[in-house]
């Protein structure tokens, strides 16, 4: 079996893609699916959330995109979440990619079979990082804030997702909506909800995570939540996230 590869995008910076990314895989990775997450943003905020950070010199995903040929199974670390790999960042990457965009889909393929699912955090940028992480993935989660930009930035993500997905990479089919920092007791977070179900088709649009300032002081203690505060409230929502990411992406789309 050949990993589900699932990248979490937006163009949006500070819509919880790095807090998505750490808690679903550590909630995937509890329910015994192996998972690799790939640090894309040069940020490296996903390795940290686990307190991995890739030492000078050592490898990283970043490789990829020097046009170097790197092999990233040297760059894989493990963490303290059961079932859960890390690739990191290269904090120090600042170049753009002079590597084709379907060099980074080239060098995960070795890693495909020993994981059931990669999960690749992406910068909130629309460059040539994104398409390398488009062209490797069968399916996006766009995690939203739901104010009234989400639904333009929604719209202009699903373009370069339909670009990516008629050019590029014909294996990428799904894109699913998270809403984050969800309070549906907020007329307008209700209004927005309905607009992204209405534009966007109902089925794309997931069960969302709830405001929880624990996420925050977990990521300050380089912890996934589950791990920080095992009763807070969003692991429960990141819990459902993953039922739904396992009942809807991963087990419906192969
Ligand atoms: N459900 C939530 N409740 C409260 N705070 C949250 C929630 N989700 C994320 N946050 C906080 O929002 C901030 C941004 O989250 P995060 O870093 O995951 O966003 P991001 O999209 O990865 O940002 P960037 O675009 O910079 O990569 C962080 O401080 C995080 O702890
Ligand atoms: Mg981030």
């Not at 955090?121 to 062209?135: E, G, H, K």
Request: hydrophobic share 45%.
């Amino acid at each position: 079996m050949s990993a589900r590869v699932i990248a979490v995008s937006n163009r949006k910076g500070g819509t919880a893609k790095t807090t998505t990314t750490v808690n679903l895989a550590t909630a995937l990775g509890g329910r015994g699916w192996r998972v690799l997450v790939v640090d894309l943003d040069s940020q490296g905020h996903a390795g940290l959330g686990f307190g991995v950070k890739a030492a000078p010199g050592q490898t990283t995903v970043h490789d990829v995109f020097r046009g170097a040929g790197a092999s990233l199974r040297d760059g894989v670390r493990a963490t303290a979440s059961p079932n859960v790999d890390v690739l990191p960042a290269d904090r120090a990457f600042e170049g753009t990619a002079t590597a084709p965009p379907l060099a980074l889909a080239a060098a995960l393929e070795p890693l495909a079979g020993t994981y059931q699912v990669v999960l690749i955090d992406t910068a909130p940028t629309a460059d040539a990082l994104l398409v390398s992480a488009l062209a490797s993935a069968h399916h996006v989660l766009v995690p939203t804030i739901l104010h009234h930009l989400a639904i333009d930035g929604v719209g202009q993500f699903a373009r370069s997702f339909f670009r990516v997905a008629t050019t590029l990479n014909a294996g990428l089919h799904g894109l699913s909506i998270l809403p984050v920092q969800v309070d549906l007791r907020v007329t307008m977070q209700r209004e927005i909800l309905e607009r992204l179900a209405v534009q966007f088709g109902r089925e794309r649009v997931l069960a969302g995570i709830r405001p929880d300032v624990a996420l925050a002081e977990a990521f300050g203690r380089q912890q996934p939540v589950k791990e920080f505060k095992p009763r807070t409230r969003s692991v429960e929502d990141f819990e459902l996230l993953c039922d739904n990411v396992i009942s809807k992406i991963i087990k419906a789309e192969r």
